[in-house]
């Protein structure tokens, strides 16, 4: 896809592999649409950009760990821009920022689904005029290798409770949730695909975690922007991919009970049930 003119925006995009792909869409003429918590990152990337002679991105600040918030940024996007070409929901923390203990969310949520699932499922709802308006169209759910079957009688994990356990689950249910909506936007001219860009990429969460990176963002960046703005994906959507290559996501993901469950109970939690 030709990205001069296109309007993109990109959740968790003032660090790691969000940051990557954001600067190289800038190089390919997109708009870019900035995301994140810290105003002074945004500040340094968009400095970075615009002396690349570069269309200066807008910074939207939300922390998505808060439904309103996350509804403000889409209202804020949504004020600003008629259509929207290429959604990319990409924020996350992984299983040890900020601790491995369970947090929860402002509106009571397990932390981690909150932030990595149900902000990017809402967002994603409430900017699909936007998109609608773009079609052809796209969105990515930047999801993860790392995946746990969720456990329905217990979805904010009161028991039990891990990190890695809590970001599996979330990154599971963006795969869930994509198979879904791929199935409700059918001839709608917006395909949605979601995928693992790479293992280990050398980023803050990664870190965090203690790991030794073995991946860089460069190389999980090309699989991002592979199911953005590549041609071989045009048209194709419900589809998981590791890296560059379609894979199969956990069995869980293919069980339309469990995708159905967890799609009432995720409308629910955001408020847009009925
Ligand atoms: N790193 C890997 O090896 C790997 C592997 C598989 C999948 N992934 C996925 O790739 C995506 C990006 O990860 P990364 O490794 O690039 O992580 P990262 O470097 O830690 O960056 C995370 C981004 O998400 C934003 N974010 C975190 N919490 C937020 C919140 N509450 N509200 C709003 N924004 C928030 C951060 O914004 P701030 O600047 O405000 O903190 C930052 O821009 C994630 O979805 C992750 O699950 C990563």
Redesign the pocket.
């Known amino acids: 896809m030709d990205m001069a003119g296109k309007t993109v925006l990109i959740?968790?995009?003032?660090?790691?592999?969000?940051r990557y792909v954001a600067s190289e869409l800038a190089k390919q003429g997109a708009y870019v649409l900035i995301h994140?918590?810290?105003a002074a990152?945004a500040k340094t990337l968009i400095a970075e950009i615009t002396r690349g002679g570069h269309a200066a991105p807008t910074f939207y600040q939300?922390?998505?760990?808060s439904l309103a918030s996350a509804r403000q940024l889409a209202a804020a996007v949504s004020a600003d821009h008629r259509k929207l070409d290429v959604f990319i929901s990409?924020?996350?923390?992984?299983s040890m920022n900020g601790g491995a203990e369970r947090r929860a969310s402002a509106d009571g949520h397990e932390l981690r689904f909150a932030?990595?699932y149900l902000s990017g499922f809402l967002l994603a709802h409430l900017l699909l005029p936007l998109l609608k308006a773009a079609a052809p169209a796209r969105i990515v759910n930047?999801a993860?290798l790392g995946q746990h079957p969720i456990d329905f009688d217990d979805l904010m994990i009161t028991k039990n409770y891990s990190g890695s356990r809590a970001y599996a689950q979330s990154?599971l249910a963006q795969i869930m949730f994509t198979i879904d909506l791929a199935a409700e936007l059918k001839g709608a001219g917006v395909t949605v695909n979601s995928l693992?860009?790479?293992?280990?990429?050398n980023?803050?969460?990664?870190r965090a975690g203690g790991i030794t990176p073995v991946?860089t963002v460069e190389q999980?960046g090309a699989a991002i922007l592979h199911l953005a703005t590549g041609d071989d994906v045009a048209g194709k959507s419900g589809l998981f991919f590791n890296g560059m290559n379609e894979a199969r996501a956990n069995p869980q993901a293919y069980d339309e009970d469990a995708r159905k469950r967890l799609r009432k109970l995720s409308l629910d939690l955001v408020g847009l049930a009925g």
Do not use: Q
């Open positions: 959740t968790g995009s003032t660090d790691g592999v969000g994140g918590r810290d990152r939300a922390d998505l760990s990409n924020a996350g923390i992984g932030v990595n930047v993860s990154k693992h860009p790479a293992t280990y990429m980023t803050t969460m990664v991946s999980g």
